[in-house]
């Protein structure tokens, strides 16, 4: 069983849909962090979130964090072609010392 | 300077080989990071070190020697792999203390080709 659960696993979209993606756990987080890949590179850091409720924008993307501070989601709005990756989550706290958990991840495919 | 570098971007290398992977940040992380990532799956922990010192083994294979020189430093030492070793090898930084510093900083990655 996954500390972080993230759904969906794939999504396969029309350009200028919304859409969105969760990650759930039942442990707490003290931070929570959303990654974007693209295939050959290595992910890239789209927000850190760690205040319970807090919500942050990025353009498109609006991020949440659970008030309980377990959950998050990322929410696109009328999705591009160039939002085509692999999205991952990942929590930290004191409690994994130096390590990051993260999701299984959420490929993406937006279709122009 | 807020990258970390990876060298080299591509390699091969045979199941006798002996070859090394580089990482370099100067941002002043103090906590960097090996990973193994298989397509379309999330990266997978194998070393972390800190402060200098390796703080987490996640049980990899002595055919996986990581060595830190110094704090902008970090090597993947590589020999006798198999093909199932095959993968794109991550490395990254973050910044010690504190939630807003739980981030990491990834750099580009070596894909690596085990014939």
């Known amino acids: 069983t996954q500390l972080l659960e993230q759904s969906p696993q794939f999504l396969s979209i029309q350009e200028g849909e919304n859409l969105t993606v969760y990650c759930n756990s039942s442990s707490v987080f003290s931070s929570l962090q959303w990654y974007r890949q693209e295939p050959g590179e290595g992910p890239v850091l789209l927000v850190t979130?760690?205040?319970?409720?807090e919500v942050k924008k990025l353009k498109r993307l609006t991020f949440q964090f659970g008030d309980a501070r377990k959950d998050s989601s990322l929410h696109i709005t009328a999705a591009q072609p160039g939002d085509t990756g692999l999205y991952l989550c990942a929590g930290g706290g004191m409690e994994y010392g130096n390590k990051l958990v993260f999701g299984a991840g959420t490929i993406l495919r937006v279709k122009s | 300077d807020t990258e970390v570098t990876q060298t080299p971007k591509h390699l091969v290398m045979g199941m006798t080989n002996k070859k090394s992977l580089k990482c370099e940040q100067h941002m002043g992380h103090r906590a960097m990071y090996w990973y193994k990532q298989k397509a379309k799956k999330p990266p997978e922990l194998m070393f972390v070190y800190s402060y200098e010192k390796l703080s987490i083994n996640e049980s990899v294979p002595s055919r996986f020697s990581p060595e830190c020189p110094n704090s902008s430093l970090l090597n993947l030492h590589l020999h006798a792999l198999q093909p199932e070793d095959s993968a794109l090898y991550l490395c990254?930084?973050?910044?010690?203390?504190?939630?807003?510093?739980?981030?990491?900083?990834f750099g580009s990655g070596t894909q690596l080709s085990v014939l």
């Open positions: 979130v760690v205040t319970g409720g």
């Open positions: 990254a930084s973050r910044k010690t203390g504190g939630a807003t510093n739980e981030k990491l900083f």
